[in-house]
Nanobody, 125 residues
Framework: VQLQASGGGLVQAGGSLSLSCAASGFTLDYYAIAWFRQAPGKEREGVSC????????YYADSVKGRFTISRDNAKNTVYLQMNSLKPEDTVVYYCATDPNEAAVVGGIPEVIGFWGQGTLVTVSS
């Protein structure tokens, strides 16, 4: 089971980036996928999640209305479209999954077993 996150980079405030999380070794259709982010010295924070069963999406209040999570099961990939980026969005973003969907949907990183390697997003002011 492997997750490969990509798409981070440098963007000006107000700009957009699209992150991708490509899965290999398993079929992503059957798993909820979450995006987390973590700033240095801080707890890993849940950003967004998409369920496997019905595609229901969840967002942290800090990104609601600006970020959109989606999945392309044919490509075994989940995306995070980030618009209206702010300097405070500057952190490393991780995608994650686990057979325990409650942990993924609940944004509980301590019990989530599979993580991508992280991709850095830098938003300049």
């Amino acid at each position: 089971v492997q997750l490969q996150a990509s798409g981070g980079g440098l963007v000006q405030a107000g700009g957009s980036l699209s992150l991708s999380c490509a899965a290999s070794g398993f079929t992503l259709d059957y798993y909820a996928i979450a995006w987390f982010r973590q700033a240095p010295g801080k707890e890993r924070e849940g950003v967004s999640c998409i369920r496997s069963s019905d595609g229901t999406t969840y967002y942290a209040d800090s990104v609601k209305g600006r970020f959109t999570i989606s999945r392309d099961n044919a490509k075994n990939t989940v995306y995070l479209q980030m618009n209206s980026l702010k300097p405070e969005d500057t952190v490393v973003y991780y995608c994650a999954t686990d057979p325990n969907e409650a942990a993924v949907v609940g944004g509980i990183p301590e019990v989530i077993g599979f993580w991508g390697q992280g991709t850095l997003v830098t938003v300049s002011s």
